[in-house]
């Protein structure tokens, strides 16, 4: 276990300000009481991980977009569907000015449809830190959301930083009741109350001592999938499945950007590795004229539907 003076070092390079084991989910109105595991440490971390993580249907992928050096394939494909989205977006405000039937609504629901859509697709953002649910023996890991992360974070600086101490102590542990409410994203609300006085984890040193050896290792939990891996999970999510394909340096090369968010299989272009990605290039669809409105309008009406047919998840 590290000293208070190690530990304050490390909570003075914490960028959180203002704002093998099994998982703890903390359901509705389920209270869980656990003590925060303080494990063996990296260079410069504390007892925690953050993680980011995109979810294709029910796969998880995690992103590295936020550390240093890294990038993630998924948010390169969600911002070049953003960009075409973005422009479907201009030429509806365009035709919405000349038009008002039931077509131009239709485009502005199913704009709002792929907004949601990419919204899901984007990197849910955690903190992962090993716990001992009061009243069992093994360790689990606890994906904990801001919410819930942030009062049992600023509990342990607080304490570091004032008083030098250590609420993770295994001897001395402070335990802590978390508690979900709501119903959905916008509802779902975290509370977090610390025990009055700490107490050991386990009444047995010898279990404890066990207790900690085997605990998950978090950066072995969580290393970044491959490149290959990222692009494999695209395609599948997507219906494609193309070969892998080597580049120079033996590393698979980007395929180009998918023209939709889900649906049938499409036909994938492999290109350079040193190429920028491009937006895909959408098939456009001419309806019949009609005598209620401008033909131009009829045809741009039909291109855009057209397009969000391609871009928007079905």
Known sequence: MLTIEELKARVSKSKVGASGGSFL????????????????????????????????????????AHEEGKTCYICEQITVQREELAKIQNDYEEIKRNS???????????????????????????????????????????????????????????????????????????????????????????????APRPTAILEDKAKIEELLKKLPDL???????????????????????????????????KPSSMSRIGGKAVTQTVIPKEEALTPPTLGEEHAEQETSRKPESVTKVASLLARLKETNKK
């Open 25 to 64: 989910k903390v359901e509705k109105n389920k209270p869980q009481t656990v003590y925060v595991l303080d494990g063996c440490y990296q260079p410069d971390e504390l007892f925690y991980k953050f993680i980011a993580t995109h979810f294709l249907n029910k796969k998880r992928i995690l992103c590295g």
């Open 100 to 194: 008002d039937d039931d077509e131009v609504e239709k485009i502005r629901e199913q704009i709002k449809s792929t907004e949601v859509t990419l919204d899901k697709l984007e990197a849910q953002r955690k903190y992962a830190f090993n716990v001992l649910v009061k009243g069992e023996e093994t360790a689990r890991i606890y994906e904990a959301p801001w919410l819930a992360f942030k009062p049992i974070h600023d509990t342990f600086r607080s304490a570091i930083e004032e008083w030098g101490v250590n609420i993770l102590d295994p001897s001395a542990s402070t335990a802590f009741t978390v508690t979900r409410t709501g119903d959905d994203f916008q509802s779902t609300k975290y509370s977090v109350a610390p």
């Open 219 to 253: 950066d072995d939990k969580y290393k970044l999938p491959e490149l290959a891996d990222q692009v494999a999970a695209w395609n599948t999510y997507n219906g494609t499945t193309p070969p892998p394909i080597k580049g120079d340096n033996g590393s698979a090369n």
